[in-house]
Structures are given as structure tokens and as C-alpha cells.
């Protein structure tokens, strides 16, 4: 036998983000359009601007951010001919590579400009933050604009000259617009004792259908402390402003939304012991819901089909509800919604500045169950609460208008949601249908299966998520009702602005009583602490609104 000689090769660990992200299915070609949908350019307004999603790696670290993995650094490579960058690219390294910053081409004149110097931000080399591997040193840069003109992103080099003036471009005031934190990207958190680095991404402040503000891609660095209370007063970065922005000239028309929507429609897994299924708003109506005027009680009236006998627009007052049929076995069969024959409802919103389109897919449940409590390792039937008739709830596509692709899905969850990152996204059968889950009985929407808990450590409302043979494909039944770039002929229930549900009929301090009255020790201690931090939204009295009432339907999601 030979000797046995160690390897002097040191064993190389990959992380994440050495993978390029790609979608289960090639994209298809988008269908033809007169604007600037999918053509890879957007005008700003004498600003050109275009989408890059290649990188050159600039620097790396392998400390710090999430899960301690580090970040890279990227320039963004190649950059067509006459198009100039405005900063770099950055990202934890827990996550595979998918990315975008943008590059302009001034049409105009006087639009950009170089910088007249550029400022340290942050090196390697003079801090303790290093890299446990290597030796090599990152250096970060901020460009200082000329008056005028504002700098929208950071440059990255490995040695201590600065870069090129002409490296990196400044915009005129007027096409740039202030700017936000949004997450946290990389480095030494804010609970260091000293002064660190840390680096965010960042969209704009003002954010919604008649916003104009346009996100870079860049990112934020800053020296932070634990004093810091990321107030955006100062930064030092500005994003861009669409000056075209009321034209929609880059917005889908509809047969390019419907091509998306076949791309990416969602499919929606239920708990196999669901019992509170969807239906399409028609199929409610058509089968007893109830129309309720304040006075007259007595005598609700039926709804016809598409609810153009609700009444349209004004204040939500209390004037007017929807309630279940009155007959027990119409109640029964309206409750169970209509799984098979659903249908979910569109709303098309132009987002950062028309750079971005929002596909929004409205789900509707004639009824909301009730809730589980988990006690540890108890679980413990919440009784009445939770329960409320009418349900609304919505997944959102967010799909780059320079060439279709989906970015981020955001998925509703009771008063709130999560935005989740497309390498992050469940997709369906090797297809780019995006693959989310309903919980039991409450129908808020995870991107993954499991059981989440609303509360604290082993103690929580139950959120139980799985797969089934209950599934809603969205793509097969769906009508889009609003689009601010397209004439929608909405149907009247969405200009009902009053409640889908009654007042609840129960007093919720007797039900919470009955369920302690049944706990014993500390289950019983358990079950108050729980009651003490509930969401509101389990305590609502009020019946929920639709669509059109939520802040998201003009506004951004989070």
C-alpha cells in the first residue's frame, strides 16, 4: 500500500449565491406592443434607462449579514454602448445570484454628470470586520455630486484609489426623488458596541399607482451604531423620479398581462380539513348572500348577480352589510365556498414609477373559521373567534417591465404579508407558476408548508399550512377588474365600499371566558398571556371590506 499523503488543496465551500438563479421554464417571447413593455428600455424622461442583471464580482466577504454567510459586491457588466452605471450591486451571500440595478443614456443633455470627488465610506483594511479567508480589502466609495445633481449609488473597489471620475454618473435633482431604507443587506448589525458598517437596500420613500418615484437597485452604506434609529433624514443617496410617468407607455397592454398571468398565475394549496373554501363573488350572490340596511333588518335583500343593485362608492358608515342566507341549509352551502367553479380578480397597479407592474390576485371566501390556540404542546379550539363572514385575501406579483420577469411575490397574511424573493418562491411541476398555501380555517398565505404561530415562542394561533388535492389554480378562472393603464369595466361590487360581513353576533370577552373556564394550571395561565397579545384583526367586530377599501389597493404593500 502507498503512503497515504494529505491533500494540500484547501476544500473549497460554496455558498448560495455562487448560483445564478434561473426559472424552473425559459421565459416565452412577450406578445407584441406599441409602448415599452419588455423592450428592455424605459424613457424617464430624457433619462433612457435599462435593466442590468449581469454582474462582474468586484469583492466578497465571507462574515457578517444573514446567517453570518457575508455579501458580495458586483459592477454591473455589460452595459450597452452610451449607458453609464450609477452604482453597484450587493448581495448576502445566503441567497443564489438574482439581481438588477440600472443604467442610464442621457437623450437630452445636462441629465448626468460625473462626480466632482468621491468620499470613503468604509474599508476593510481599517477595520476589524475582515475577511477570515482571504486578505484581500474592500473599499467603499460615495460619489459627491455636483450641485445640482445627486448621486444614486456606491462605488466598490479592492484598493485604496479612488474610482474614475467617469466611473459612475450623478442626475439632475429634478429626475431623482428621496429614498428609504428597505432591508437589511450586510454587515455588523446595529447591537455592536462600536461603530460598524452596514449595508441596506433601498426603494423609494413615496410608493404606490401615482408614485413616481423608480428604484436603482443600488445599495445604502453607512457607519451605524446602536443609537441609530434608521430615520431616513440624512442618507446620502437619492433614487429616481419616471417624468413620463403619466403616459403608462411602459406598462403591459392585455394581451402581454394575460401572458404573464399565464406565466406566473398562482397555485393555491388548501389544508386537506379545510372547510371554508373560495368561491367567485357571483356564485355568493347567486346563492343567498344578503344585502343589510341599518333600520331595516327585517327585510335584507337579495343581490343580483355582479351586485349592481349594492350600493356604489361613499363612506363605509355602517349604513350597509352583507350577511350569509338566513335558510340553515343555504347558510350551510354558502359557508363552504365553491372550490371548483372560483374565480379570483385582478388588479393591475403600475408600481416604482411604472418600472414595475403589480398583477394583485384578489381571493374571495364566503367565510372565515375559527382559530386554534397552541398551549405548547396543548392545542385548543378558539370556539367562535376568528370566525367572520366575507374574507379577502391576495398573492402579488411583482414583474419587471424592462423585460417580464417576476421578482418578488408577496402573500397576504391577516392584516399584514411578507414580500418573498423569487429564488425563494415554490414553483409548480417544473413550470413558473408560483406555488403558495392557505392556512386552516383563516386563509392567510405562506410561500412554504408548515405551521407558523402568531404569538410568542411554543404559544400562538395556529396557521397550518399543506398540500392537498384542494389546490386553486388562479389561471383558469380569473377576470381583471381594475387596471390603471387599460379601460376596465369594473363590476359594481367592487365600488361597494361598506362591510361583506355583519357585526360579530357573539361577545368575545364570554367566548374567551369559556375557554378559560376549561383550562386548568398552566394551560389556563398559557391561554391569558395569549389573549394579552392577540392581532387585533382576531378581535375585529367589524366585518371586513373589500378590495378597493385596503390602503395596498393604491398604495405598496408594505
Avoid at 110 to 137: G, R
Amino acid at each position: 500500500m502507498g503512503n497515504c499523503i494529505p491533500s494540500l488543496h484547501k476544500e473549497i465551500k460554496y455558498l448560495p449565491i455562487d448560483t445564478i438563479f434561473k426559472f424552473p421554464s425559459p421565459l416565452p417571447n412577450w406578445p407584441p406592443g406599441t409602448g415599452d413593455f419588455g423592450s428592455g428600455y424605459i424613457d424617464l424622461g430624457g433619462l433612457k434607462v435599462c435593466q442590468i442583471v449581469t454582474f462582474n464580482k468586484v469583492w466578497a466577504i465571507d462574515k457578517g449579514g444573514p446567517e453570518n454567510l457575508g455579501a458580495t459586491f458586483y459592477e454591473p457588466s455589460p452595459i450597452p454602448d452610451g449607458f453609464s452605471m450609477f452604482g453597484c450591486y450587493c448581495q448576502p451571500n445566503n441567497k443564489p445570484l438574482f439581481g438588477w440595478v440600472l443604467a442610464g443614456k442621457d437623450n437630452v443633455g445636462e441629465i448626468l454628470k460625473n462626480p466632482i470627488d468621491y468620499t470613503l465610506v468604509w474599508s476593510s483594511e481599517s477595520s476589524k470586520f475582515k475577511n477570515t479567508s482571504t486578505n484581500d480589502h474592500g473599499y467603499i466609495w460615495l460619489p459627491i455630486p455636483p450641485e445640482g445633481y445627486k448621486a444614486l449609488g456606491h462605488g466598490v473597489t479592492t484598493s485604496p484609489e479612488k474610482p474614475a471620475l467617469d466611473k459612475i454618473q450623478c442626475v439632475r435633482s429634478d429626475l431623482t426623488d428621496d429614498l428609504e431604507v428597505e432591508s437589511w443587506v450586510w454587515g455588523q448589525g446595529t447591537t455592536s458596541k462600536v461603530n460598524g458598517i452596514n449595508v441596506h437596500s433601498v426603494r423609494p420613500r413615496e410608493r404606490g399607482v401615482k408614485a413616481q418615484g423608480v428604484s436603482v437597485g443600488t445599495f445604502l452604506a453607512r457607519i451605524t451604531s446602536d443609537k441609530d434609529d434608521d430615520s431616513n433624514k440624512t442618507l446620502s443617496l437619492a433614487c429616481l423620479k419616471n417624468n413620463k410617468f403619466d403616459t403608462f407607455s411602459s406598462m403591459p397592454n392585455l394581451s402581454q398581462i394575460q401572458a404573464l398571468f399565464e406565466q406566473y398565475s398562482p397555485i393555491i394549496y388548501f389544508h386537506p380539513k379545510e372547510k371554508y373554501l373560495p368561491s367567485s363573488v357571483n356564485w355568493y350572490f347567486a346563492n343567498g348572500a344578503l344585502l343589510y340596511q341599518k333600520g331595516q333588518e327585517s327585510n335584507p335583500s337579495s343581490i343580483e348577480p355582479n351586485g349592481s343593485n349594492l350600493p356604489q362608492d361613499g363612506p363605509n358608515d355602517g349604513a350597509y352589510w352583507l350577511d350569509l342566507p338566513i335558510d340553515e341549509k343555504d347558510k350551510e352551502k354558502a359557508i363552504k365556498g365553491d372550490l371548483l367553479n372560483s374565480e379570483v380578480y385582478l388588479h393591475i397597479k403600475p408600481m416604482l414609477g411604472a418600472t414595475f407592474t403589480d398583477i394583485a390576485v384578489w381571493i374571495f371566501y364566503p367565510f372565515n373559521g375559527p382559530g386554534t390556540a397552541k398551549l405548547g404542546l396543548v392545542d385548543v379550539p378558539f370556539g367562535k373567534i376568528g370566525e367572520h363572514v366575507g374574507d379577502w385575501e391576495h398573492v402579488t406579483l411583482r414583474i419587471s417591465n424592462f423585460n417580464g420577469v417576476l421578482y418578488k411575490v408577496y402573500v397576504s397574511q391577516h392584516s399584514g404579508g411578507t414580500w418573498i424573493d423569487a429564488p425563494q418562491v415554490e414553483f409548480q411541476n417544473g413550470s413558473n407558476k408560483v406555488v403558495v398555501y392557505s392556512s386552516l380555517n383563516g386563509h392567510a398565505i405562506y410561500h412554504k408548508p408548515g405551521l407558523v404561530l402568531q404569538g410568542g415562542g411554543d404559544i400562538g394561533i395556529r396557521n397550518d399550512t399543506t398540500k392537498s388535492n384542494l389546490v386553486l389554480d388562479c389561471g383558469k378562472n380569473y377576470s381583471i377588474v381594475a387596471a390603471e393603464n387599460l379601460e376596465i369595466i369594473a363590476p359594481a361590487w367592487l365600488n361597494y365600499t361598506r362591510e361583506w360581513g355583519p357585526k360579530l353576533s357573539y361577545t368575545l370577552g364570554d367566548e374567551v371566558k369559556k375557554i378559560e373556564s376549561s383550562l386548568k394550571g398552566n394551560l389556563k395561565g398559557a391561554f391569558e398571556k395569549l389573549v394579552k397579545v392577540l392581532p387585533n384583526e382576531v378581535y375585529g367586530e367589524e366585518g371586513p371590506t373589500g378590495p378597493k377599501m385596503k390602503g395596498n389597493w393604491n398604495g405598496d404593500e408594505v
